[in-house]
């Protein structure tokens, strides 16, 4: 039983010491590095004290990832690797995963939670058929949990281009009208404009600039990140490009489109939130009101009958 409780509480106490660890990892670092700076002195990458002043995720926890990632890429079918990728990409590749540090991560925390859960079925003296149902439900929730996290970010990024569109529309427009070429008016919304439209435009113009012609780092552009909304933007750009259309009055019509669309969808939703209301009023508000206006006359009958 003392073997069992300390593991469980190394086990909290490494989750908990990781999470913070993420969470504060910037503020860490950028204290640490101001503290170096201080006192810099050059020394060599081999040097041990060199070594042991990086970061934590740097000298174990990344090599570590990488060693894994390498075995887990060998078992890992083609197919599933592509298409984690496909969703890394979407969801704009957080913590800067590959497909394989991904599936690497998600059979870890499979395992962790399966462990959990064995643990704490042993320490309830769960019996035999338990425990088993208990990793097994325990391993197939740590796999279900981080495709969960990839899907959050997916729609999360999907939703804030959409937000974002119809603004940088408007600020592409006014830049163009203003005299600037199309490349130029893309590199003042990435000075200017912050979120990951604005990142995904950057890496665009990177693209063409490294040799890609424009039609091409567009239509990659609309393959990222599969918004329907951008992609009829993308549509709209090199039908223009193409039958030399000005690009002007393109971006305005499709800023006047976009913004009709998005007061299209606000209303969407303002017109579901009734339906969505109704559940929750019938289970909670509704049976509330009844017990406190029905309530003491229930009470006078009971007394009554009494």
Known sequence: MLYILVGVFLCAFLLMWAGLKTIYSETLLIGVRLDKLKTYTPRGKGDLDYELQSAFKDRVYKPLLKKVSALTQKYTPLKQRESTEKKLIYAGRPLGWSASDFISVQYATAAVLAITAYIIGAINKASLSVLYMMVIWGFIGGYILLYTFLKVKITGRQVGIQKELPDVLDLLTISIEAGLGFDAALQRVVQKSPGPLAQEFGQCLQEMRM????????????????????????????????????????????????????????????????????????????????????????????????
């Open 211 to 306: 040799g890609k012609t424009r039609k091409e780092a567009l239509r990659d552009l609309g393959i990222r990140n599969e918004v329907d909304d951008l992609n009829n933007f993308i549509g709209a750009i090199i039908q223009a490009d193409q039958l030399g259309v000005g690009i002007g009055n393109v971006l305005r019509t499709q800023s006047e489109q976009m913004r009709i669309v998005r007061r299209q969808r606000i209303e969407e939703k303002a017109m579901k939130a009734p339906i969505k209301m109704l559940l929750p009023m019938v289970l909670f508000i509704f049976p509330t009101i009844f017990l406190i206006l029905l309530g003491p006359s229930v009470i006078q009958i009971m007394e009554t009958m009494k």
